[in-house]
């Protein structure tokens, strides 16, 4: 059975930082792509950042270039996102999903149907 674990969100003021965990039991680790969503009420979740299968890529959505970074503990078959000079639009329910498809050019993990499976969530709160 797969599961995925979010840990790590909370409530910072904006300037700060949060590393967020998404642990995964089920899946061996480099065998999936790992996304990172967030979605605030009545939007569609939205694609933050994404590492490949091993890792072969990792991008970013432009809106979080430079401030999120995809890092990783092999040994806990855990992602961890770590995010920086948070901003009030920052504030989301953030979700890890993991997905067994290739990255390539045309294809860019944007679509949260293309992941099997997700975590639960942590919330994010960014105060001005």
């Known amino acids: 059975q797969v599961q995925l674990a979010e840990s790590g969100g909370g409530s910072v003021q904006s300037g700060g930082s949060l590393k967020l965990s998404c642990v995964v039991s089920?899946?061996?680790?480099?065998?999936?792509?790992l996304g990172w969503f967030r979605q605030v009420p009545g939007m569609e979740r939205e694609l933050g950042a994404i590492?490949?299968?091993?890792?072969?890529?990792?991008t970013y959505a432009d809106s979080v270039k430079g401030r999120f970074t995809i890092c990783k503990d092999n040994s806990r078959n855990a992602r961890y996102l770590q995010i920086n000079s948070l901003k009030p639009e920052d504030t989301a329910m953030y979700y890890c999903?993991?997905?067994?498809?290739?990255?390539?050019?045309?294809?860019?993990?944007?679509?949260?149907?293309?992941?099997?499976?997700w975590g639960q969530g942590t919330q994010v709160t960014v105060s001005s």
């Open positions: 999903g993991a997905g067994s498809f290739l990255l390539t050019p045309w294809n860019r993990g944007l679509a949260p149907g293309q992941y099997n499976d």
């Open positions: 590492a490949g299968i091993d890792d072969d890529s990792i």
């Open positions: 089920g899946l061996p680790f480099g065998d999936y792509c």
